[in-house]
Structure formats: C-alpha cells, structure tokens
C-alpha cells in the first residue's frame, strides 16, 4: 500500500513564510507527477503546483513568484516553500502522487492534507 504525509502546515501571519513537506512511501515502483492542491472553505480544490519526475514544474497563477516546489527522487518527497504568505493563501493543502506501485500499473494518490492558516 501506498501513504502519502504531509508536514509542515501552521499558523503564520501575512508576509511570511512555511515550507511543506510530503512524503511516499510503501510498495513503490517509481514516482512520476508529484504536485500540491489547495481547497479553502466553500471553494473546489485547486492545483498549487507540481512538479514532474525530471523537475518540470507548473505553477497556479495565483502563486507564481511567491510559492517554489521542489522533490528528493531519493527519498520520494515533494516539498512546497511558501513565501509572502497572503490572508487569501489560507487553505488545506492537499499533496498528491501519480505512483506505479509496479511496472504495470499507476495510479493517483493523496495526502490526509494539512491546514495553513495566514493571518495576524
């Protein structure tokens, strides 16, 4: 089975920062698209970011210049650096996986989510 954890979540206040951590583990073939969702109270769940096996990455528009993603292959972590956190920014930040668990078969995965409060 495969488990995705998420760490890293918190209170800040505006202008700050958080860094986020995710990571797989348990029968794992090898990882492709690794990425970051977010959804905030009576909003659908939107894509932060994410990041490709060979570091491609994708960023929202919303978060450009501000958030950074990033990911060890080694040790089957994603990370998302948050800086200039905004009130707006507040959320449940969701990690995600596209993981073959064996050479022949590929599926998404999720995290259990984090929350990320921005506020002073």
């Known amino acids: 089975q495969v488990q995705l954890v998420e760490s890293g979540g918190g209170l800040v206040q505006p202008g700050g920062s958080l860094r986020l951590s995710c990571a797989a583990s348990?029968?794992?073939?090898?990882?492709?698209?690794m990425g970051w969702y977010r959804q905030a109270p009576g909003k659908d769940r939107e894509l932060v970011a994410n990041?490709?096996?060979?570091?491609?990455?994708n960023y929202a528009d919303s978060v450009k210049e501000r958030f950074t993603i990033s990911r060890d292959n080694a040790k089957n972590t994603v990370y998302l650096q948050m800086n200039s956190l905004k009130p707006e920014d507040t959320a449940v930040y969701y990690c995600?996986?596209?993981?073959?668990?064996?050479?022949?078969?590929?599926?998404?995965?999720w995290g259990q989510g984090t929350q990320v409060t921005v506020s002073s």
């Open positions: 995600t996986g596209r993981i073959k668990p064996t050479l022949d078969s590929e599926q998404d995965y």
């Open positions: 348990g029968r794992i073939f090898s990882i492709n698209l």
């Open positions: 990041i490709a096996s060979r570091g491609y990455t």
